[in-house]
């Protein structure tokens, strides 16, 4: 197994040649450190260590955005093949959250109207960092990778769904 280094990767942008392949909304009373780190390790252990027997390619996990403080925002998983007797990155998948900024409240109240008001305790407004942890490809990728690269994001998909139903994505065999 070769070591894993951490690489300095910044912020991953979006763009229109780094197409958007799926997307989770991720409920605002999940904590984004905590869904991260362990969709991190999840990869890790899913990705690094079972690439070859479960998707037939050698992988690699990093963090990506990753603050002084340890915290990161996302996942980079890099994918290898032979080519011409060497081993090359044929493609990327990159999980991240997004930037969208969401309101959040800790008190809900019925109105004498029927309805609800929404409010913090403390009278402020409050917002928490990403709506949608947003899976994409950076092109061009190799086109061998497809079917690797399909049976991956189904697979972090699942674990998302374990994550949100479970508090870990490790939490079923799915």
């Known amino acids: 197994m070769v070591p894993v280094t951490r690489h300095e990767v910044t ?3 979006f763009t229109s040649h780094d197409p958007e392949l799926c997307k989770a909304e991720i409920p605002p009373h999940l904590p984004r450190i905590d869904f991260v780190k362990q969709m991190y390790r999840w990869a890790a252990s899913e990705f690094e260590q079972g690439g070859v027997k479960s998707y037939g390619k050698r ?4 963090c990506i955005n990753e603050g002084e403080n340890g915290d990161t925002n996302g996942i980079l998983v890099r994918v290898f093949d032979f080519r011409d007797g060497k081993e090359v990155e044929i493609a990327q998948l990159i999980a991240q959250m997004d930037d969208e900024k969401v309101q959040v409240w800790d008190t809900i109240v019925p109105t004498k109207e029927g309805g609800i008001e929404k409010m913090n305790k403390d009278g402020k407004d ?22 690797a690269l399909k049976a991956m ?5 699942l674990a ?3 994550y ?9 065999e799915f």
Do not use: Q
């Open 11 to 13: 912020r991953h942008e």
């Open 59 to 62: 992988m690699v996990v990093d």
């Open 126 to 147: 409050k917002f928490i960092d990403g709506r949608f942890f947003i899976i994409s490809r950076p092109l061009p990728a190799d086109e061998s990778a497809n079917s």
């Open 153 to 157: 994001i189904k697979r972090l998909m």
């Open 160 to 162: 998302i769904n374990a």
């Open 164 to 172: 949100y139903s479970f508090g870990s994505p490790f939490a079923e």
